[in-house]
């Protein structure tokens, strides 16, 4: 191999590799209500997911809810203080699918969106202690836009829900 085409190989894989990490990559939160509490290792914690969008599944809704779960129990950290019900309300403001074929020939179009409006509540007295939203969008084209679905979107939003109640960054 000349070095032509080792760089024109490595190229590749760096773009490959910073495409990815768009689908992947963990959205921010933007604060509406200051968080007032924490999720913290040995809290209860529940999730439901609303929907008025008719495009988003019960099944889909569940298994947001599931993993957006595991994915705070995974990343909650240790607090010495006395442990806490928590009830994590995520409102799904817009489920698009979007179409990885449209996506391909056309970069841009065929958008995949999650977003959403999360409340966590302290429970039993279902006292709100903070409001976020989390937005996660996808619109990369080419054959990279065909291999990522919404699981995988799904994945990065739930993480980001995560990631905010448990003070993660």
């Given at each position: 191999?000349?070095?032509?085409?080792?760089?024109?190989?490595?190229?590749?894989?760096?773009?490959?590799?910073?495409?990815?990490?768009?689908?992947?990559?963990?959205?921010?939160?933007?604060?509406?209500?200051?968080?007032?509490?924490?999720?913290?290792?040995?809290?209860?914690?529940?999730?439901?997911?609303?929907?008025?969008?008719?495009?988003?599944?019960?099944?889909?809704?569940?298994?947001?809810?599931?993993?957006?779960?595991?994915?705070?129990?995974?990343?909650?950290?240790?607090?010495?203080?006395?442990?806490?019900?928590?009830?994590?309300?995520?409102?799904?403001?817009?489920?698009?699918?979007?179409?990885?074929?449209?996506?391909?020939?056309?970069?841009?179009?065929?958008?995949?969106?999650?977003?959403?409006?999360?409340?966590?509540?302290?429970?039993?007295?279902?006292?709100?202690?903070?409001?976020?939203?989390?937005?996660?969008?996808?619109?990369?084209g080419g054959l990279y836009g065909l291999t990522v679905n919404?699981?995988?979107?799904s994945s990065a939003f739930a993480d980001g829900v995560a990631?905010?109640?448990?003070?993660?960054?």
């Amino acid at each position: 191999m000349n070095m032509p085409q080792i760089l024109r190989r490595l190229s590749i894989i760096a773009a490959a590799l910073a495409l990815s990490s768009c689908a992947t990559s963990t959205p921010r939160a933007t604060y509406v209500t200051p968080l007032t509490a924490v999720v913290s290792q040995g809290d209860r914690v529940s999730t439901v997911v609303n929907t008025t969008d008719a495009r988003m599944s019960a099944e889909e809704r569940a298994m947001l809810a599931d993993r957006i779960t595991q994915n705070v129990q995974a990343l909650a950290q240790a607090n010495g203080g006395s442990r806490h019900s928590y009830e994590i309300v995520v409102n799904i403001t817009r489920y698009t699918k979007g179409n990885g074929v449209v996506r391909t020939a056309m970069p841009g179009m065929g958008q995949m969106h999650v977003d959403g409006v999360v409340t966590l509540y302290q429970m039993p007295k279902r006292v709100p202690v903070g409001e976020f939203i989390v937005r996660k969008a996808f619109a990369i084209g080419g054959l990279y836009g065909l291999t990522v679905n919404m699981n995988t979107i799904s994945s990065a939003f739930a993480d980001g829900v995560a990631k905010t109640v448990c003070q993660v960054r």
